[in-house]
């Protein structure tokens, strides 16, 4: 599910058998799990009303989730832990859980997706300094690419 761009909180908070639409593969992400001032994990709204949303899910993976029941039974912290052994175990370069996160981001720019759109996909205000500050540069390289487009284009047509 982080492959999707879901927060681990999200990923913990999703309930199997009210939070999935198995009939369109579609995620309702509604809540979050996160720690309270004493230290217990709990579930709650999102921050911001943005971050409610549904997201499309793989049929396989909707279908695999129907069939075992469950998508992650355990807390956010435990989901890092999980990562750092899967990591080790495989012997790749360690990375964070939310890293994730900025690969689909990314991914969706390449895939020529729009900015309005991958912010309602990731649960991201307009105003959001992630969109404006951390992915700033993929907007630059597709300018820069597009700038290359258009003065090729001049140049058949001036030549």
Known sequence: LSMYGLRRGEICAIDPATDIDYETATI????????????????????????????????????????????????????????????????????SWHKMRHYCCTELYEAGISENNILAYMGWSETSDVMRDVYRHFRLKSDKVKQREIADLISKKVV
């Open 28 to 95: 309702h992400i509604t809540k979050d799990m996160v720690e309270d001032s004493e230290h217990n994990w709990i579930i709650k709204p999102p921050k911001t009303q943005v971050s409610v949303r549904d997201v499309a899910i793989s049929r396989d993976l909707s279908e695999l989730i129907r069939i075992t029941g469950k998508v992650y039974t355990g807390h956010p912290n435990s989901l890092n832990k999980a990562l750092r052994r899967a990591q080790k175990a495989l012997g790749i370069e360690s990375f």
